[in-house]
C-alpha cells in the first residue's frame, strides 16, 4: 500500500517524515523499501484499511519523537507532551469516496491510545471546503479531523498546495 506497483519505482514508501530529510533525499528505488523493512522491526508504522482481503488504505502513525515533526520549524509543538503523529491518510483508486479515510483516521487513533499515547496529533490542511488536489491530500483535512473529535490546537507555518496547514490534536487521557 505505501510502496509502487514496480520495487524500482522511485516513490514515497511514506518515508518523507519517518527518517531525516538527507536520509530520505539519499534512498532511492529498492533502497526505500528495505529502510521501510528496516523500520517494521521497531513496529507497525501505521495501520491499514482492508476491504475483505484487499488493502484499500494506509495511514502513517507514530511517536512523534520518532517522525520528522519532532524537529520541523514549521509546525510548532504546542506543549511537552509525548505525542503520537498521523501525517498520511492514502485511499486507492477506485476505493476513494466511501468513508475510508474516517475509518483509517479512527483505526490510527485507537493504535496510538492502544500504545499509551497521551494524544494524537495531525497536520491537515485547511482548505475550507475547496478542492484538494489528490497527490497532495495525503494530509487529510480539517474537516476529516475535526469529525473524528479533534480540535485546531494551532497554526502552522507549513502550506500545502496553496492551503495552510493546521496543527489538530486529540486528547487521550
Known sequence: MVGPKRPDADVCWCLSYRVPSKENLSLHREARGERVRELMKEG??????????????WAGVHPRADTAFATNRKIPHVDDLDVWSVWCLRVRPGHRGHGISHALLAGAVAF??????PAIEGYPVDNRGRKVDLTMAYVGTKKLFMKAGF??????????????????????R
Open 112 to 117: 496510538a491510545e492502544d500504545n499509551g499515547a
Open 44 to 57: 507497525p508504522p501505521g495501520v491499514l484499511a482492508y476491504d475483505g482481503d484487499e488493502v484499500v488504505g
Open 151 to 172: 480540535r485546531k490546537a494551532a497554526g502552522t507555518d507549513s502550506v500545502i498546495n496553496g492551503f495552510p496547514r493546521v496543527l489538530m490534536r486529540l486528547d487521550l
